[in-house]
């Protein structure tokens, strides 16, 4: 598979949502049946690393990790997925951390009002959402876990919380900046990668 990159400072980040279904040592990675509990506990943590593949609705996105698959590293040789400090250092770059937000989202795909986007998207960051299920949504009729797709976007970090949390970022159709927040490792959620420094 070919990415788009772009270099903001001294990092070069792909601008779009990884696609890959296998580890960067070539495993394959499990992709789960729908529907897929990820909010119960504690069977859905205690399953392995898997991803969940985007429905017609949000195959622009690519594919959902579970932060056990994000932990095992699915980006390319010579890519990872960025920690924390990483975006930290990137939403430096873009002016800080009440701005960044509006210069990182994709110009189109979003619900308005899509606060702060202009005419320039340095990472062309589509409103994701998150695939998230549990048994109560089953019992109402959901038949999958796709959340609010137009409305916000997450992406994984590569910093661990506790043992039922990691860190991704936040973007929202309302906001102009991101927020860091932890989330449950048994969502899906998107990953974009950037190039390691040793391969620069």
Known sequence: KTYRTVKIGDQ???TENLRSLHFQDGTPI???????VTTAYPESYEKGPVCFMPDSQHDRCGVYY??????K???????????RKDWQIL????????KAGALMKSIDGWKEPNNGVGEMSYMNVLPSAQYILSQDMIDKGKTNGFDEYG??????TSDEGNAWTATGIYLSNLMYGIVFQDNAKTSGICVRCMMDALSQ
């Open 12 to 14: 070069i980040w792909m």
């Open 30 to 36: 499990e992709v789960a049946d729908t529907p897929y």
């Open 66 to 71: 579970n932060w056990k698959a994000v932990d």
């Open 73 to 83: 590293n699915p980006c390319p040789a010579g890519w990872r997925v960025p920690s």
């Open 91 to 98: 939403v430096n770059n873009l002016g800080g951390i009440d």
């Open 151 to 156: 409305y916000y976007a997450m992406l994984w």
